[in-house]
């Protein structure tokens, strides 16, 4: 490490005494050295043995074909050799044969009759032959002798004795030089870093830890696993200390906890007292103390029973109290010395030290001032109920009085919104007729003047004054005043469409599946003339082919009544922008209906009171209040859903309706 730091590095003496000082046999550096000549020597002797049966099976076949060349050159002028009677021909092939590798006996057999006599023999003679071989020599078809061959695998032994001896040498020293380069390779690289690493954790101190430690790398910042071991135990003895603060901290922690706690206890108005298994008195806080005017000293050791109830409670609490488990709010009296009578209320909670009871601690709570205040409160209760009965007797009375006035107002209010529907139904058709006079009417004076048409065309042809040119006029008019005329019919007819389809609706609960954009538009048709009359643009925002299941006419009623309260009470006299935004679309498992206007708005007064009956801006102007009323109602009561409103002075009005959504009629 750096001159600049505390952290210990291993002085420059003997790697020797590096690797062994104060270690003995365990020196990890000696330890991988030996496995290491363990591992390198039995691979030697592993390849060692491989090579040399290597070089033995070579050798042995190399005699092998030897053996085998005696039997291709040899055996046939031996054979002509001995049939010739000529032993100096053949002690001459039998010097070739030994003079090949390896032999070491050549027999040459003559046959004479049944038997074999040995003719010729070289080489020496033994018992048993590593390799060997009798050949028949044969001349002309018959038999005239025997040649027998073995070889000698002495030379081969000796040979790879030798080659053994130079392998396992050569082996052994490149084994020990690679070692000990091995070894020190290791020492540099790791050893010496451990010896860094050990003697630093020998002498850490958690009271002053210094510098963290560090290794020597030169300039390079190591980034292998001993670099990985040093930042471990760099961020290891940093835990330890912050965890050893926490300790400390937490133990002065719990020293001021406890002295807190004695205070409370000491304190508290509440009785403490600790008890043995034998429920046995062990220790009391002063409010207990003070309550049953023993001493400190006195009380210790005493029995609780025979202290802190009456005689008459004990059988009442004894029983649970030798079972040592919880008990709550238990009312108890006690009479102390000076003949006071005190109820307080117990609870026992049993103390564990292990798996074991060791000892209950008991709450006492004074609740005397709390029982004397319930008694009087009994005794005034007492008193209110005789007063309550005969204020109850004359309230009936007026209820008697109010459900006939509220039995009155209730009818009175049903025939109001019966008025107010049947008006919402008279404007509507007042606006269909309204809407439906200008296309009858320009109807008619078509027909009237196809009729004039048709006269005209009676005369000429009765006169015989037919002409081309009139003709080319008539058609021409005959066509526009046809088309007029469908054309003004079918805006009849699709007018009277739509108001008989609102009418229908209004004057039904029916319940089937409709098109919601087409539920609207023919309201907004229906309200054509009046909505012209205001100059308001009605913008729907509507999905062509969402559809629900519900009463299309309460619909109505409602687009109905909110259009017409725009008109109305909105744009009547309103000099700004005259537009109605309604907007329906589905929302998961709901179906949101957004409507906005422009106009006026609506005063704090009435905004707050919006969906009351009878509440009106227009009152004796021919208002009624019970538009908002009526769609309050729709909503809510039948089907089911939330209305809210929002609106200020001059910034238009603006309803959130959101119904249950249903496509179709469930099964």
Known sequence: MDNNNNTPRVENSGLWQKLALNKGTNSLSLRMLSYILICSTLLALIITLIQLRYDYKQDVQVIEKSIDQIEVSFLQPIAASLWNLDEEQVEVQIEGIMNLPNMQYVLVKEILGSSEVPLLARGRSADRYDLSQEFELIYQGEMVGKLFVAASLEQVYERLWQKAMLILISQTVKTLVVSIGILFIIYYVIVRHLNTIVEYTRNLDLDNLGAPLKIDTGNKTRNDELGELVNTLNQMTQKIDHEFDQKLKATEQLAHERDFSATVINASNAVIVTLDNQLNVLTANPAGVMLTGFHQEELEGQNWLSVFIDNDMREKIETDLRQLRVIQDQELTLTDQANNQYTLLWTFVPFYEGNHVSRMIAFGYDVTPLKRVEKEIKELNDELEQKVQSRTERLEESNL?????????????????????????????????????????????????????????????????????????????????????????????????????????????????????ENVNQVITSLGHKIRRSGCEIVVDCDDDLELYSFPGSFTQIYSNLILNSVKHGFEGWEGDKRIDISIHREDDQLHIDYRDSGRGVDNNIAQRIFDPFVTSKRGQGGSGLGTHIVYNLVVQLLKGHIAFDSKPDEGVHFSIRLPYQAQKAD
């Open 401 to 517: 009085q109010l459900a006939s006035a509220f039995d009155k107002l209730k009818n009175a209010q049903q025939s109001l919104v019966e008025a107010e529907k049947m008006a919402s139904l008279g404007g509507l058709v007042a606006g269909v007729a309204h809407e439906i006079n200008t296309p009858i009417g320009i109807s008619v004076t078509a027909a009237s003047y196809l009729q004039e048409q048709g006269n005209q065309l009676e005369k000429n042809i009765e006169s015989g004054k037919l002409s081309r040119k009139f003709m080319e006029e008539l058609i021409q008019n005959l066509n526009q005043s046809t088309e007029l005329l469908l054309n003004n019919l079918r805006r009849a007819s699709d007018l009277i469409s739509s108001f008989k389809q609102v009418a229908v609706d209004q004057s039904s609960e029916a319940c089937y599946t409709f098109n919601l954009n």
